[in-house]
């Protein structure tokens, strides 16, 4: 009976240990299996979230940071040709010196609108933020055109009022272009509105601002197509222009040597810009916005008392807006909107548009140079396009090739400004007529 006894309290003690043993060790293989399970989940979570796995597996129906759309092909090979795009424009802004304050901004744009999963463009992305700040509403156009005015001397425009016309004669580009783009859409090679070819042509001028401006408001969805193509043919002038200034002048139009102008009265500086504007307000209203950015910068600049705001214009207001809109323009060379073809018809009529304005440029100065009693060098009505004062620039290092003693510099930037207020007015004609 003792036996019993003993063997009955010892199984009475040692059963709950022996069951809390089995309840416990269960417990802790599974939460060990179910450890090892999540580490290898949270493993392969990251790896989905990597650029890696972005670019090698595309997915079918996956949308932009834009809520939109995009295709297989945009998600990987798309991206891949849009960087190597941006670096090429690296290139050409470092190596070359094409217009890097533009290029970079922009190019650099490109190469974050193009990282995937990250939604820099989208809404609350900061570069998307950029774009509906200060592109979508016109904001930074204009401030461009104040800080052009504020560092523009309208003098050497002033002092030979006729080259004026080689300002005009460069706006062909736009309304010729608007002409070929509208043939082109009812033969259906593009498809195109008239307003879709009005504000595609206004890339003639090689004023970005201006394409920003006027794309806003006639073709909107066109817009980061449009501002990416203006803003890089003004970049591109030095290599786009010299080749249609060869083959239109001869060696010895090329070698003509313009005399010195007259100087300037303050006076005259002053008032010019007020009389621009007002002539704006009584003939062309629609230009009036960017018209009077540009001569209130401009006044700014010429009163002479204000140095400290015209200081403003010249340097930091323009140097933030311009990093911030071509951050905003670059943000249009993500893959799915830009390797479309749209696009495409956009960067060739664009670029027959800037074609076609300097060609008329040059021509008309051929033609003033058989009819004026001072000579006038062809060259400086390739000027006559506003990419300021890039296109001035290109004039004078193609007269200085033949003639090293033939400096052109002051003579160019009287068609280039010239071209500034053309291209504007332009964009007020078309404006009234859609």
Do not use: C, W
């Not at 010729?176 to 307003?195: E, M, P, R």
Request: a positive charge.
């Amino acid at each position: 009976m003792k036996l019993k006894a003993l063997m009955l309290a010892l199984f009475l003690f040692f059963a709950p240990l022996a069951l809390n043993a089995n309840n416990i060790e269960h417990p802790q293989q599974v939460q060990t299996e179910q450890h090892d399970k999540s580490i290898g989940e949270l493993i392969k979570g990251f790896y989905k979230q990597t650029g890696i796995y972005a670019f090698l597996n595309p997915q079918e129906g996956a949308k932009n940071a834009l809520g939109e759309n995009i295709s297989k092909f945009h998600q990987s090979f798309g991206r891949i040709i849009m960087i190597i795009i941006s670096l090429i424009l690296f290139y050409l802004a470092i190596k070359k010196g094409f217009e890097p304050l533009l290029l970079i901004p922009i190019a650099f744009g490109g190469l974050l609108a193009n990282i995937p999963l990250a939604n820099i463009i989208g809404d609350g992305g900061f570069i998307g933020e950029l774009y509906k700040a200060g592109i979508q509403n016109e904001l930074f156009p204009i401030i461009i055109f104040m800080g052009v005015g504020a560092m523009t001397d309208f003098g050497p425009l002033l002092a030979n009022p006729k080259t004026a016309l080689l300002g005009a004669a460069a706006q062909f580009g736009i309304f010729g272009t608007l002409v070929g783009a509208a043939a082109l859409s009812y033969y259906g090679i593009f498809d195109f509105s008239l307003k879709d070819a009005a504000a595609i042509s206004i890339i003639g001028g090689a004023d970005g601002p201006t394409s920003i401006f006027i794309a806003s408001k006639l073709a909107p969805d066109l817009l980061g197509a449009i501002a990416v193509a203006a803003y890089s043919y003004m970049a591109l002038v030095p290599l786009i222009q010299p080749p249609i200034m060869r083959a239109l002048t001869t060696e010895e139009e090329r070698k003509i040597k313009m005399k010195a102008t007259r100087k300037v009265t303050k006076l005259e500086k002053m008032l010019f810009p007020l009389v621009v504007l007002g002539l704006a307000i009584l003939i062309i209203p629609e230009s009036s916005p960017l018209i009077g950015a540009l001569t209130f910068g401009n006044f700014v600049r010429e009163s002479g008392v204000v140095e400290r705001l015209s200081k403003t214009l010249q340097n930091e207001l323009i140097n933030i807006t311009t990093i911030f809109l071509g951050l905003g323009v670059g943000s249009k060379l993500a893959a799915e909107k830009f390797l479309v073809p749209e696009t495409l018809g956009i960067l060739v009529l664009g670029l027959i548009a800037f074609a076609v304005g300097t060609a008329a440029g040059v021509i008309m100065g051929k033609i003033m140079n058989k009819f004026s009693k001072e000579p006038i060098n062809p060259l400086i009505g390739a000027a006559g396009v506003s990419a300021v004062p890039m296109a001035a620039r290109v004039a004078n290092k193609e007269a200085t090739r033949e003639d090293p003693t033939n400096v052109l510099l002051m003579h160019a930037m009287g068609p280039n400004v010239a071209g500034v207020i053309g291209s504007a007015i332009a964009a007020g004609v078309l404006l009234s007529i859609f």
